[in-house]
């Protein structure tokens, strides 16, 4: 295979697979919700998971 067949290959593959993310089904994550509730519980288990740290006497 020469060098322009492979990179020939290449683009067309990542073409196929960019076109194939696009078109996938989104099944959650950063994009969707609100951004103040998951700061909001986030900090809230780093204080819980700090508070049992401190009771049980890792710290």
């Given at each position: 295979?020469?060098a322009t067949?492979?990179?020939?290959?290449?683009?067309?593959?990542?073409?196929?697979?960019?076109?194939?993310?696009?078109?996938?089904?989104?099944?959650?994550?950063?994009?969707?919700?609100?951004?103040?509730?998951?700061?909001?519980?986030?900090?809230?288990?780093?204080?819980?998971?700090?508070?049992l740290?401190?009771?049980?006497?890792?710290?």
């Amino acid at each position: 295979m020469t060098a322009t067949a492979t990179a020939t290959a290449i683009a067309t593959a990542s073409a196929a697979t960019a076109e194939r993310a696009e078109t996938r089904t989104r099944t959650g994550g950063p994009e969707d919700g609100s951004k103040i509730l998951e700061h909001v519980l986030g900090w809230t288990l780093v204080v819980v998971l700090a508070m049992l740290v401190t009771q049980a006497g890792l710290l």
